[in-house]
């Protein structure tokens, strides 16, 4: 009974492995269907796919002005707390008191990546940026401001 299931496991084990050696060899022939990236070799031109998610950014136009009205929607849907949406009051032109963004606070370190809070934004003030390389020695870095230091909310965004 022993020696039967030894010599089964035996043969099952190089079954096994020429399944293994089958598929290696298919790609020896088929270059160019591999999608596995020789990182960091290929740096220069490394191509991301369409789907890939690094992290959530805001982002502004060449005069320093975003989408973002500091509704808060994507602080609500954020499942873990990633994000903080601080808002003061600006005074318009014709003295009266509105909301805006002070701050929008993004903890990478948290993010899942999930996208709930880029699909809650209704102005599309905040998408998904494809950066990665997030590793630091001090995880306060790991906190962004998305919104860039004097930074103004685009004309006619409500
Ligand atoms: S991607 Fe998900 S986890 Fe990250 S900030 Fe948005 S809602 Fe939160
Ligand atoms: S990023 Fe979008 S959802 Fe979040 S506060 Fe700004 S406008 Fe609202």
Redesign the pocket.
């Known amino acids: 009974m022993f020696i039967t299931n030894y010599i089964k496991d035996v043969f099952g084990a190089l079954k096994s492995l020429a399944v293994g050696l089958k598929r290696t060899g298919y790609y020896f022939t088929h270059h160019k269907e591999i999608i596995t990236e020789q990182y960091p070799d290929n740096r220069d031109t490394l191509v991301m796919a369409d789907r890939f998610?690094g992290e959530?950014v805001m982002p502004h136009n060449e005069n320093n002005e975003h989408k973002c009205t500091g509704c808060t929607a994507?602080e609500l849907?954020?499942?873990?707390a990633?994000?903080k949406v601080i808002t003061k009051f600006d005074i318009t032109p014709e003295g009266k008191k509105k909301k805006a963004i002070d701050k929008l606070v993004?903890h990478l370190e948290?993010?899942?990546?999930?996208?709930?809070?880029?699909v809650?934004c209704p102005s599309d003030a905040i998408v998904?940026a494809q950066t990665f390389e997030h590793s630091v020695y001090d995880r306060s870095e790991l906190t962004k401001v998305l919104n860039k230091p004097d930074s103004k909310i685009m004309e006619g965004i409500e």
């Open positions: 998610k959530v994507c849907a954020c499942p873990n990633t994000i993004y948290l993010c899942t990546m999930c996208n709930l809070c880029v809650a998904m």
